[in-house]
Antibody, heavy 120, light 107 residues
Framework: DVLLVESGGGLVKPGGSLRLSCAAS????????MSWVRQAPGKGLEWVSS????????YYADSVKGRFTISRDNAKNSLYLLMNSLRAEDTAVYYC?????????????WGQGTLVTVSS | DIQMTQSPSSLSASVGDRVTIACRAS??????LAWYQQKPGKVPQVLIY???TLQSGVPSRFSGSGSGTDFTLTISSLQPEDVGTYYC?????????FGGGTKVEIK
């Protein structure tokens, strides 16, 4: 079975940094694009970033461009999101998701999410 | 960027009712549209992709239609377990933005 498990969330001060990880299993990770989607408390879904299977192509939402970096390690079946210069508005549950039809795609499997809280 | 607008933002219907949710793109996106269901406290799950293709394992009471700019998600007979928020998402080009969501409740 496909399993995506996020980790690395927590409480961080404004301006701080955090690195999220997503461990994937149950499928051939190295052949599929992956994405991060977030959801602020009580709000809707917001696409954050996507990365191609090879890592060569990366896309970011305007709201995080220049502050967040998506990466992957296919040897470790892992996806990452490095978040710098965090702001209060970055507070959200961050989901790792499998993008089944290419780097810009819908997502057919999602992890349980990891909560990031940006507060002083 | 292309804007995705869902309507209504919320609805209340009786068990067995036919429920329709609309999603409009500000520009044509062909059939590059997915629908997700998020039950309270749960992770989103894809219901429909390519505007009208039912994801494996999704009950047949869910259906999708539309192309270009106007899309519809229909629940043919609303069930108690269908309570939650429904989102559309375009994926023709970056950014693959979501609609604002439609909250479905049982009357």
């Amino acid at each position: 079975d496909v399993l995506l498990v996020e980790s690395g969330g927590g409480l961080v001060k404004p301006g701080g940094s955090l690195r999220l990880s997503c461990a994937a299993s149950g499928f051939t990770f190295s052949t599929l694009a992956m994405s991060w989607v977030r959801q602020a408390p009580g709000k809707g879904l917001e696409w954050v970033s996507s990365i191609s299977w090879s890592g060569d192509f990366k896309y970011y939402a305007d709201s995080v461009k220049g502050r967040f970096t998506i990466s992957r390690d296919n040897a470790k079946n892992s996806l990452y999101l490095l978040m710098n210069s965090l702001r209060a508005e970055d507070t959200a549950v961050y989901y790792c998701a499998r993008s089944i039809r290419g780097v810009i795609s819908y997502d057919d499997y999602w992890g349980q999410g990891t909560l990031v809280t940006v507060s002083s | 960027d292309i804007q995705m607008t869902q309507s209504p933002s919320s609805l209340s219907a009786s068990v067995g009712d036919r429920v329709t949710i609309a999603c409009r793109a500000s520009q044509g996106i062909s059939n590059s549209l997915a629908w997700y269901q998020q039950k309270p406290g749960k992770v989103p799950q894809v219901l429909i992709y390519a505007a009208s293709t039912l994801q494996s394992g999704v009950p047949s009471r869910f259906s999708g239609s539309g192309s270009g700019t106007d899309f519809t998600l229909t629940i043919s007979s609303l069930q108690p377990e269908d309570v939650g928020t429904y989102y559309c998402q375009r994926y023709d080009t970056a950014p693959p933005d979501f609609g604002g969501g439609t909250k479905v409740e049982i009357k």
